[in-house]
């Protein structure tokens, strides 16, 4: 059980150094006020955003993201 939590414990290092490179790679939201309004998707850019960088990069955030959650959970449990 302890080199499990080792492992675990590796991986959440190798995570949380992806999440921040990942976060700090992104651009910032410089649409201002038209995002609100909704003008945003209207335009070619806006419908392939998805399939661009910032849209891959917006997905791996996200599953890095929910892996943080779970191997902090897993890794505060009692069971090791």
Same mark, same amino acid.
């Given at each position: 059980m302890a080199a499990l939590k080792i492992v675990l414990a590796i991986i959440f290092i190798i995570d949380c150094v992806a999440l921040?490179?990942?976060?700090?790679?992104?651009?910032?939201?410089t649409q201002g006020?038209?995002?609100?309004?909704?003008?945003?998707?209207t335009t070619y850019w806006g419908k392939i955003k998805g399939r661009s960088k910032e849209g891959v990069l917006k997905k791996i955030t996200i599953v @890095? =993201? %929910?892996?943080?959650?779970? @191997? =902090? %959970?897993v890794l505060n449990m009692t069971v090791f």
């Open positions: 921040v490179t990942l976060v700090l790679a992104q651009e910032g939201k006020l038209g995002a609100i309004q909704g003008f945003a998707e @890095l =993201s %929910v892996l943080f959650i779970v @191997l =902090s %959970v």
